[in-house]
């Protein structure tokens, strides 16, 4: 039953090491390289900690809340940093052939073809702006990324100690943190769902490998702590999942501080609106529905699954419940961090 994906583990310095996939391993250098802009936004999280929530929040506010663009797919809106960029690209593809078929009348193989031999790459530009058709451009490729324009926002589960060294001095870091024990029980559903992963043990082995750092973007603690020791940066904000369950506006307000944005009244409950959850997991550009047709997905279940605090308490046993008590105590007792398990 172990993840199929946990084929490296990158050393990197200084600061520790981190389970992640071949591709990473293979890219890690050029990452750490990257160089940062003073205008770009990492949201850097451990997975299942409220990433895309709060991903497309920070576009929003970055992009001076254009509801109307945020349709573009968010993975092509805000690259996922160390990602293979297949999704991006397959997604971009899938948008402007189907509004290609429908708008312009063309014969699908004709346009199919145009794909195939490359010729969409080249008349890419014209096409789009007959069409006036806003799809987003899609990162290929690490090398686009340099090229990207201005304000990038980035989604990473990387570690500030596998990031550029001046990323703190130069861009502004968001951290998202969620409570581990809601972290092990999305994730593990995560780990069902997805047909790379195709996970088939039960939540108590799953929540053994997590402890044992045996996940991709482990280990948990490390992870967290480095970001927590940096919170008082005047670049980094450290915002815990529970308090957007809590105070969305109120986070939306913090968070727009930080980045120097100031919705006004109208805008800001738009973007309540819109981060709800029940509207969230029915936004076709953020709920990752495209993972079904790009086959990664199993037709059961959903990316954006409860979005409760305390959905633990529906799945742990006392036993597993005390040992990962156990795990956090220890983890913790030097630092004075600590988590709001239940709302
Ligand atoms: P659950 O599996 O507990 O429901 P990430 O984006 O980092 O992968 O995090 C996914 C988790 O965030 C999932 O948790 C998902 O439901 C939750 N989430 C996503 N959008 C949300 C929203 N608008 N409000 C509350 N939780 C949300």
């Known amino acids: 039953d172990f993840p ?10 200084p600061g520790g090491y981190i389970t992640t996939t071949q591709v990473f391993a293979e890219n890690a250098e050029n990452i750490y390289n990257l160089k940062p802009r003073p205008d770009d936004v990492f949201v850097l999280t451990f997975p299942k900690s409220g990433t895309t929530w709060t991903q497309d929040l920070v576009w929003l506010l970055m992009n001076n809340c254009d509801f109307e663009r945020s349709k573009i797919p968010l993975v092509i809106r805000s690259p996922f940093l160390e990602m293979n960029y297949y999704v991006p690209k397959a997604l971009q593809e899938k948008y402007e052939r189907d509004a290609i078929v429908s708008k312009m009348r063309l014969p699908a193989f004709l346009v199919d073809l145009m794909y195939r031999f490359n010729i969409m790459d080249v008349v890419r530009p014209a096409v789009m ?4 058709l806003v799809v987003g451009e899609a990162v290929r490729d690490l090398n686009q990324l340099e ?10 589960h990387l570690p500030l100690y596998l990031l550029h060294p001046e990323l703190l001095e130069t861009s ?18 995560f780990h069902k769902l997805m047909n790379q992963h195709k996970f088939t043990g039960d939540l108590e ?21 480095d970001a927590w020791t940096k919170r008082h940066h005047p670049n980094l904000l450290f915002v815990f999942y529970e308090d957007l369950k809590r105070d969305l506006r109120g986070e939306i307000l913090k968070i727009g501080r930080f980045l120097g944005k100031y919705p006004n009244e109208h805008q800001l409950n738009r973007m309540v609106e819109h981060l709800r959850i029940d509207k969230f997991a029915n936004n076709k550009s953020v709920n990752f529905e495209h993972y079904r047709w790009l086959n990664f997905m199993s037709p059961d279940g959903r990316f954006i699954r409860k979005g409760k605090t305390g959905d633990w308490k529906n799945h742990f046993s006392p036993e597993l419940n005390a040992r990962i008590d156990d795990w956090m105590k220890s983890n913790l007792k030097d630092t004075d961090l600590s988590f709001i398990t239940e709302l």
């Open 205 to 225: 082995s799953f929540a053994d490998y997590f402890m044992k750092d045996r996940l991709y973007s482990s280990p948990y603690f490390p992870h967290l702590l």
């Open 129 to 132: 702006k007959i069409m006036n």
């Open 172 to 189: 502004k870091v968001i951290y998202v943190a969620r409570n581990p024990k809601d972290v092990i029980v999305s994730y593990f559903h």
């Open 147 to 156: 090229r990207m324009k201005s304000p990038r926002v980035f989604k990473t």
């Open 4 to 13: 199929s994906y946990t084929d490296g583990l990158v050393e990197a310095s």
